[in-house]
């Protein structure tokens, strides 16, 4: 009984002064700093812009419809991760494992299609990393965010395999949830670099 | 990830892991946040001395023209090393002890949120320090000024290893920055103990909070700077190289976004810790506690809009230096909200003396010198005049020396008593104090002069006849005359920890949390998590609602606080757990965040020699990083545990940690 009683900070810690678990607010804090990562680096991106001396220029190689397909495979993963969240929110573990593997998958695609098209840029297009001002801030920005969906890939792969292990239960889903931030903040930067990168022409 | 819910599963008769041990594998894997605030505050004093001597050695070269005690490219390297190291391997480091061990007891916390994150921040600041440093081995130490404008950092002018030291060894300190700041600003958003609302806290805690949320917004910023000089050293891209297209002055922009912020990072904690100090020893409450919170908050907010007062040399063109040069003279006006807050504070108090107290006094008469000359140059015509001059070195120090490390010598003398429990000499403090002073101003004012009279900064000598010779001097001498005070400091240090008087809970009769509990702490701090209810509650505890009333008839000595602690024992007794807090649950320690910061110093080391060692360095950061997601915050039972321990292990725990 006294076992209970006891005051254990990591119970303790359940009463926060928030009353948000201090892995969520450490979780929106983080984001919020890599928020000023990602600006630094589109901001270079277009500081950058129009000033390569020499070709290829961005519309020599950049191919809309094909990025756009990844773009979208890596926005419906979104969607599976809401639902992997929802699914453990509801003790439902079978659930989980199936989103999450979705969700990892759709990641997986996006991944391939980046590697399939920086390969295709350096190969075919002869645009490599210092070949000119394009190239470096184009690789710099897309890799650094094909690095943070790597990232989550094998986060969302880990928590799949603890899931099959029956490590997770309901009461575990804000490890889901975290993941979850996670996973939908990359989208939405790719979403701005997708707009900033591909769409814009000035 | 200290906080998944486990329930608390070890018998009450069993210690915690961290505290059983000893030695010096249990400094490796603490987590014990005052622990860690030691090594951070003993990093960052040999930091301190590295720097000092760096800096000895350029007056030594200065004290007369053309001297000869090194060379020039010898003076680069300590220029550079010298600012490089005082800025990011002591104040900040200085200023994070601080946070470490103080505002867990002045919230009212067991511990920070994350214990682990923390000793993880500590090992990379450590791995980070010793490899900014690891180029005067083979003599070639960072050389292009600590803050390494392109084109003297670029390839066909910096051809060494000397900015790859550098720009690695910064990109690791600012890791270890991001994620410190991560855990304390949960850790003062989260942790407060009951009752403690954002406006009861103390004001040292909301400039850490200011200080953090700075340190997160700023430093991202520097990372991507120097991950694009380091593509342009490593894999030839033309970032920041006009041959290839590139442009130098992106790095200066890139640069000041994070530096201009940086300079308050290292002076917020400064000036939270004076706000600690004057009250205590005014025996006042401090004057218009809000208003120094806000303005610190205004100073926060303007320091990311004055960057470009650093390029008015650069040739912006009028509109931007009038902008830059308006919003750099408004970020003063909180600043002197500030100052005239302290005084305010002292006006009409019971002042005490005593070395914290002529520390801060000294902070804000020196502060203010500083300040005056950076709103001097943030006029641009001025500035044109002062820029790259002695009088730019000058206003600096004024701000960061007598100003930051002032403040934070301050904070040592004011809490050096709580973290040992004896009180530091104060004959040898008044000494350190009072030398450090005149050999201060000594060495720095004169820089005021010859700089207007045009004597460039990181030049590594001067011909004879300038009218510089006896100032140079004068400054030599000065410098040296700190080196003394900074002797007698390591000697009171050293001989306070065995002959001191002994401190008590309170020995200074002062206001906030910390002094309400023993010196030193315990392990677990708070016997019983305090509730809180007023600003300065440990003075309210003592002398009730009319505390500033009864302020001026209280000794100095601390009356009321064996009560109140013999009350804290009787409830817990009651409780039927016995003192000692055997039944207080504390995070165990772990010996993965030291492997992780050492994956990162391969990692960096890899990078400028081969490639494979990279690859070396990634395998520790992952196994580390997949150890520390699968252990468990406290160890699992051993097989005697009672049945109570059950549900630890049915509590799964989960890969959740990125970081």
Known sequence: ?202 | MATLVRPAARPLTSLPRSQAMTGLWSWIITVDHKRIAVLYGATAFIMFLLGGIEALIMRLQLATPNGQVVDADTFNQLFTMHGTTMIFLVIMPLSVAFFNYIVPLQIGARDVAFPRLNALSYWIFLAGGIFINLGWLIGQAPDAGWFGYANLTEKPYAMGLNTDFWLLGLQILGIASILGSLNFFVTIVNLRAPGMRMMRMPVFCWMTMVTNILMLLAFPVITVALVLLMFDRQFGTHFYIPSGGGDPQLWVHLFWVFGHPEVYILILPAMGIVSQVLPTFSRKPLFGTPFVIYSGIAIAFLSFGVWAHHMFAQGLGPTADAAFAFSTMAIAVPTGVKIFNWIGTMYRGQLHFTTAMLFSVGFIAMFIIGGLSGVMHASPPADLQQNNTYFIVAHFHYVLFGGAIMGLFSGIYYWYPKTIGRLMNEKLGKWHFWLMMLGFNLTFFPMHWIGLDGMPRRVYTYPEGMGWDSYNMAETIGAFVIAVSILIFMYNAVWSMRHGAVAGNDPWDARTLEWSIPSPPPHYNFEEIPVVTAMDDWWHKKYGDTGHEAAHGAPAAPPAMAGASVDHDVHTEHAGHGGGGHHIHMPDPSYFPIILAFGMFVMALGVITNYWICLVGFCFVFAAIYGWSFEPVSAPEPPSGSAESHPVHETPRTPVAAH
Request: one cysteine or more.
């Open chain 1, 1 to 202: 009984m006294a076992v209970e009683a006891a005051p254990n900070p990591v119970v303790a810690a359940e009463h926060t002064s928030t009353g948000l678990n201090h892995r969520k607010v450490l979780m929106w804090t983080f984001l919020g700093s890599e928020c000023m990562f990602f600006a630094s680096l589109i901001s270079n991106f277009q500081v950058q812009r129009g000033r390569s001396l020499n070709g290829p220029y961005p519309d020599d190689v950049i191919n809309i419809p094909f990025t756009s397909i990844s773009t979208f495979s890596l926005l419906m993963s979104s969607l599976m991760m809401v639902l992997a969240l929802a699914a453990i929110q509801r003790n439902d573990v079978r659930g989980l494992k199936i989103w999450l593997l979705a969700c990892a998958f759709l990641g997986t695609l996006f991944l391939g299609g980046q590697f399939f098209e920086f390969t295709q840029f350096v190969a075919e297009k002869g645009l490599k990393l210092s070949t000119n001002l394009f190239g470096a801030s184009f690789f710099v920005l897309t890799g650094f965010h094909g690095t943070h969906v790597t990232i989550g890939v094998i986060w969302l792969i880990s928590l799949y395999f603890a899931a099959a292990r029956g490590r997770i239960t309901v009461k575990d889903s804000l490890s889901v949830e975290l993941a979850g931030l996670y996973w939908h903040f990359v989208d939405i930067v790719w979403v701005a670099i997708f707009t900033i990168v591909y769409l814009l022409k000035v």
